[in-house]
Structures are given as C-alpha cells and as structure tokens.
C-alpha cells in the first residue's frame, strides 16, 4: 500500500513538473514571438527596463562642427544666416531687425556665407586629438551610468558613417567614425549607450535666401531641399531623408536609448511615432535587450503615457511623478556646444539638482561640449570629477533608489515648463530630499548645513527612527524624534563637500 502511495506520489510530482516546464516554455515561446505594432495599444505594453530607473546620472555630448565656430556655437549654423533680423525658430514671426551677432561674427572672421556657409566650417571640425577611452574613462570616474552623445544635430551633418548623406563624420571632418569609436568604448566599458537625434529641425532650421548658399538646391542634403519658410517638413523628406537616417542610427549602432529633440513634435511626424517606437523597441527583442525611447511631447503629444520616457529640457519637476522621467541640462549655462565664453554651473549646483530630480523619481542627463580638436576643457573635466567625488561617497543614495512617500520639503520652489531651469533659486540647508534603498531611508540636505537640521515631515508617529549615518563621516549623529519632526545636531568637525546625506535606519 505505501509502495502504490509513493509511485501515486512520484507520478503526481512528474505531471505537476511538466505541467510547469510546459506552461514556462509556452510563456517563453509567447515572448519570443511578441512584436511589437503600430498602434497604442499595443506600445502600452512597453515598461521603461530597471537598468535605467537604476542608473540616475549620464552623460550627454554635443559635439559637431557647430563647436569649430567657438563662439554662439549653439545654434551658430542657423545664427549665422540671421544676417537682418531675430527670427521665432517656430513660427518663423520676425523678433526684431536685428541682426545675430553671429552673423556678423561669422562675416568678420570667416568670409561672405554666400561663399563660405557652414558647409565650409565642417572640415574645420578635426578631432585630431580624440580619445574614445579617455573620454569614457572620465565619464566613470564622474560616476556616470549611461552616456548619450549626440549623432546628428539641427545642422544636417551626421557625426557617424552614413550611407544617406554625404556630410558625415567619415567623408568630411575627422575622416573616421568617431561616434562608433566612441559608442563602442561606451559599451566596452560596461556603460549604457545611447544615441540623440536632433535632424527633425533640420526641415526648418537654416534660413533660404538666394544671397546664401542655404538656397542653393545641390547642398540640399545639408541645408534640406528649398521650400517655403517655416512650412510643414515635406512627406518626401521625411520618407527619403529623416526615416532612414534614423533606421541607419538604430540598425547600425544599436542604441540602448534613443533621444528625440523637439519638431519631432508636430502633427507631420505623426505618421511616424508608432511606426518609430515599434521599429526600435522590436530591434531591442531582436537583440534581446529593453531599449528606451526618449522624446519631449513638446507642445504636441507624439506619444501616450506609458509608451515612451519623459525628457524636460533645462526643467525640472515641482512634484514626484510616478513615471520615471528625465531631466537634460548641460554644465554650460549658456550653451550646449564648446564656446570661448562658456559659463560653467557648480558641482555643488549640479549635485543639488541631480537630488532633487532622484527624489521625484528622475533621472539627470548631464551635458558637455568638446573641443572641435577632440578635447575635453579642464573646467568640465574639473566639474564631472568633483560630482564624480561626491558619488563615490553618496552613491547609495542615488544608484538603484526609489522614490519616498514624498520627495521631500523646504521653501525652494522648483520652476517648471520648458528652458525653465534659469527661473530657479539656490537651494537652501532647509531645502531637503527622501530616497530609499535597500530599506535604509537617505535624507539629502541639499545644501551643507551650518546648523542643526531640522525635518519636519519624519515625526515620531511617521517614522521610527533607529539610528542615523552621515555618509562619508565617522562622526556620530545625535538627532532627538517628536511630534514636530527630527532635529539632528550639527556634528562637529566635518569636512564634506557639497550636499551632506543622512541615512536613517528604521
């Protein structure tokens, strides 16, 4: 009788093992098959990966011919055509009849842009001294997780081999890939990679005039075929020249994020942002890995909650947000491209900003501007080693942590809207911020306190405070719990830069 219960037993093991092998593999087989489609519904069942809700701090690149003018190098290769007025990048509406100073910059130190346009400034852009590993060995000793640079901007000039355009990093400029040199060091290293395309502007960016050489049609695959100023992209320029420029980005370098800038929001790009999103979250299946879409749904929702990852360029938010979102900024106050007169932001600054953002459940992408030559000045260097320093002893805080009941408190508010980060004000020793990890609760002050902290929001019928840790001091933390919040007592003899960082076992 117990032989037959035992075989009874063995057999009833055996169908449950096989029932579970058999419902695993079909589960297998289901995500094997799984593609993605064209349509909302099916984008919904995309989920930003955890390899980038983890990471919270990359960095991006604005490199290009744009840096080889040195000066109003942000947009230099649309300024300096702006020879007789200011001109609305959107609606095309005349500002002023001013001129740019970049025009007239242009003019003294390069000649007539009806002969020496910007096609002429490309070759200026060597690269001599590039070093993709010394690039990326600095982007981890700045504590970075994932780097973005940029592979074509608003100019039309691909930083990468391109078969579609014949300006490209290969056959003008530097003469080699220096984005695959680049991107594959990224990978090398062990660092996400990513790829920004900026191209949908292109459309509209340079100004058409007969007394430039913007109008002439034989540089259309730099300056975008002639057409009415300011009118919608062309449905042929966005089949033949944007689509499969960014199937080549994708397809070729293999992205694991993939940035949009602004114009891709507009109704004429509409045909293409399920057709986008599909095409490069199916290559990531194809390669077997999570890929992520970033775009800005700037004034235009090109894409549904939960189909894409939020970018705010130069903002922040003023509240936590579930959806995990993206702020991009650059250390340069001024410009996002190499220029004499770049003014720099603070380490300190940057890494109040880089807490502030973690703690609304974002993530910073911080940007840099080479020299044309290929190098990266000392001040930005200096800038991403200090946040560098600064991770090394905070990083717990940040890397792999979540969000808190609330993000934080203080009397600093946070400016929001588009290009809105100028409108801010210093944050103070008040100002403070929650994350949280591996149970541990991580409250940021964000600015080095000179007195006793004081947090209003942990009180004892919230929170039950076990013990408190400085992080990257031995000192040991006095703090008193009641009804009104938690005090801690300024330890003495600390030596800390920059935002000080509480860990609080519960």
Known sequence: MNNIKLIRNVFGILAIFLFISCNSKKKEKEEALFKYEENWESLR?????????????????????????????????RWMYLDSAHVDHVTGEKVNDIPHPASLYHKEKFGDPKTFGFKDIIPMWTMENFDAKAWVDLFKDAGAQYVVPVAEHHDGYAIYESSITPYNAVDMGPKRDVFKELTDEIKKQGLICGASSHLAFNWNFYTQKPHFDTGDPKYAALYAPPHEPYSPASAEWLADTWWPRTKEIIDKYQPDILWFDFYLDRPEFAPYHKKLA???YNSGL????????????????????GTHMLDLERSKMDSLR????????????????????????????????????????????????????????????????????????NGESVYGSKYYDVYGEGPTKTATGHLSEDKNQGFTQEDIRFTKNKGALYTTVLKAPTKDVHIKYLTDSKINIKSIKLLGSDAK???????????????????LSYAWVFKIEM
């Not at 809700?53 to 960095?59: L, M, N, R, T």
């Not at 933390?477 to 600390?494: R, Y």
Request: hydrophobic share 35%.
């Open 45 to 77: 069942n995309y989920k930003i990966p955890q390899w980038m809700k983890d990471a919270k701090f990359g960095i991006f690149i604005h490199w290009g011919p744009n840096s080889a003018a040195e000066l109003h190098t942000d947009w230099y290769p």
């Open 278 to 280: 599909a095409y490069y």
């Open 286 to 305: 194809e390669r077997d890995k999570d890929v992520v879409l970033q775009t800005k749904n700037l004034r235009y929702e090109s894409y549904k909650p």
């Open 322 to 393: 579930t959806a995990y979102w993206q702020t991009d900024t650059s250390i340069g106050k001024n410009s996002w491209y190499y220029t004499k007169n770049w003014i720099p932001k603070s380490a300190e600054d940057l890494v109040a900003d880089l807490m502030d953002i973690v703690s609304k459940n974002g993530c910073l992408l911080l940007n840099i501007g080479p020299r044309k030559d290929g190098i990266i000045p000392d001040d930005q260097k200096k800038t991403l080693l200090d946040i560098g320093a600064w991770l090394k002893v």
């Open 477 to 495: 933390i006095e703090f008193e719990q009641s009804a009104e919040g938690t005090i801690i007592t300024l330890p003495k003899d600390v030596n």
